[in-house]
């Protein structure tokens, strides 16, 4: 009895439970639901939004209606949406679902493409008298990368160099993290392998870069988006294609050794060693380096005590071991009783890379090389120096320590020597000269400014004292008085306007207006 009394009890459970749910008419009334994956939604404005929605209870076709619109920030509405059920699309492995209360899985489908900006979407489920209306935010984004990253992937693809490395990059659509990295593709191949797929985010790192090897000619880049449920494929960055470059060497003149050597009356040979040039790779299978091509500009620009010196033999360079030397001569002028040639002999160095693979040549690296030239003059020295009183003997000599110690970076210990030879000799205007050079490489800018404003009281057309008071005003941040003393060595060496151009204690000024105009 008891367990008849249990069949009685189950069944009737199952029968009139379901039943208190219909009208008398035999019609539902269950509550309409729409279940949304997420309330925040994002589509770039180059393709149609599709989201997925399931609605429930599903009763068929013809009772459950569904409705939805997109109204901008005002509310008005700019466009429809329809729906599409997942288990009627061609290829679907979703399953129909008979009408009697279970769920059903949608397309949502807004029927245009929206201009970037805010916007709502709503959604209406209607069912037997019963309503439900979902509301979710829509953000349209521009279609395309930040302007930052846009930029940055630019630049780096126009230095895409035969290398044994890989291409890497990383890409930030304009929607930032809002869309899943997951739904973009990085196309990025050469000419070598132009069917190789496509990487399923949205950077590209050692693991499945590519190899730029000297055999490839080209690097294609392009970046899409990928609608999650159509598949629908659209280009954040579109197809760019480059030629692969060789790189160029790169000159080091840091560790440089010049040295300055009389060899006949009024002539002088500069020889810089140990000019490093750094050779690139050529992307070979072997991992070797592209061969080097250096040459000397032949001309020399002479400035300082030297300006007006002339050259009396070209530059020629030669390659030493892994190192470079350039020499050339050249003869001089000076004024009667000058002790030392000071001043600056500049040349130009460039190097190119040929690749060994397909012959490509880079394009050449560039540098000036400034070698300070301060060298006594032994021969008018050896004419003078005993016409020389004790006491300017004595300060030469400590010129000469002030000048070694100078030359090697000892700063306050070359200023000492210089003060030395200055109570001695007080119109000494290389020591008040050099003096002010210490100062001003330590940083004490007042004193650098007053043993220049010394040197050129006693030697009012040193114009080099002008220019290195001008380069102090400079990195004083003294526009005006930078500019008056620049103005000063010009007028008398028309050099100066290409060193300064150069010359990092002005790089403060290098776009300033007046400064472009006076050395133009």
């Not at 367990?3 to 749910?21: C, D």
């Not at 929607?175 to 132009?194: A, C, H, M, V, W």
Request: net charge positive; proline share 4%; charged share 25%.
């Amino acid at each position: 009895m008891k367990i008849e009394k249990i069949l009685i009890t189950v069944i009737i459970s199952i029968v009139l439970i379901p039943l208190a749910s219909l009208s008398a008419k035999g019609e539902c009334k269950c509550k309409p639901e729409i279940i949304l994956e997420s309330s925040d939604l994002n589509v770039f404005d180059k393709a149609n939004l599709v989201f997925p929605i399931t609605i429930t209870p599903f009763q068929g076709k013809k009772i459950n209606i569904l409705d939805g619109k997109v109204t901008d920030e005002s509310g008005a509405p700019v466009a429809k949406v329809t729906f599409q059920a997942e288990d009627e699309i061609a290829g679907s492995t979703t399953t129909m679902v008979a009408g009697g209360g279970g769920k059903r899985q949608y397309r949502a489908i807004v029927d245009k493409e929206l201009p970037p900006g805010k916007y709502k979407v709503e959604l209406t489920h209607r069912l037997s008298g019963n309503t439900k209306t979902e509301i979710a935010d829509l953000r349209v984004w521009k279609t395309g990368l930040t302007e930052s990253s846009e930029r940055k992937i630019n630049n780096d693809l126009d230095y895409v160099y035969y290398a044994n490395m890989f291409l890497q990059l990383t890409a930030e659509p304009s929607s930032g993290n809002k869309i899943p990295s997951r739904q973009f593709r990085i196309y990025l191949n050469t000419d070598l392998e132009s069917q190789r797929p496509p990487v399923e985010r949205l950077s590209v790192a050692s693991d499945n870069a590519i190899r730029l090897s000297c055999k490839a000619r080209t690097a294609t880049l392009k970046i899409t988006w990928v609608q999650p449920l159509t598949g629908y494929e659209i280009d954040i960055f579109p197809s760019k294609t480059i030629e692969i470059r060789q790189q160029y060497p790169r000159i080091n003149p840091a560790d440089q050794s010049p040295n300055v050597t009389p060899i006949a009356a009024n002539k002088m040979r500069v020889t810089v060693r140990n000019i490093k040039i750094a050779p690139a790779s050529d992307g070979s299978e072997q991992s070797s380096f592209a061969e080097i091509k250096a040459s000397v500009g032949a001309k020399v620009s002479f400035l300082g005590g030297i300006t007006g010196s002339v050259l009396a033999k070209e530059p020629t360079i030669e390659k030493e071991g892994d190192n470079y030397t350039v020499s050339f001569d050249f003869t001089y002028h000076v004024a009667p009783g000058t002790d030392i040639l000071h001043g600056i002999a500049s040349f130009s160095l460039q190097a190119q890379s040929i690749n060994n693979c397909n012959g490509k040549t880079s394009r050449p690296d560039e540098k000036t090389i400034n070698v300070n030239i301060n060298k006594e003059l032994y021969n008018e020295l050896s004419r003078i120096y005993f016409k020389k009183s004790l006491k300017e003997r004595i300060a030469l000599e400590y010129y000469r320590e002030g000048f070694y110690c100078s030359d090697s970076g000892k700063y306050k210990q070359a200023i000492k020597y210089y003060n030395e030879a200055i109570d001695l000799k007080p119109d000494y205007h290389e020591a008040w000269y050099m003096k002010g050079f210490c100062y001003k490489i330590i940083t004490d800018y007042d004193e650098a400014i007053s043993c220049f404003e010394n040197s050129l009281k006693i030697r009012p057309n040193y114009h080099f004292s002008w220019y290195q008071m001008s380069s102090v005003y400079s990195l004083m941040k003294n526009k005006q008085d930078m500019l008056k003393f620049l103005r000063s060595a010009i007028e008398v060496d028309k050099n100066f306007k290409e060193k300064v151009k150069k010359d990092t204690d002005f790089k403060a000024y290098w776009e300033d207006m007046d400064f472009k105009k006076l050395v133009e």
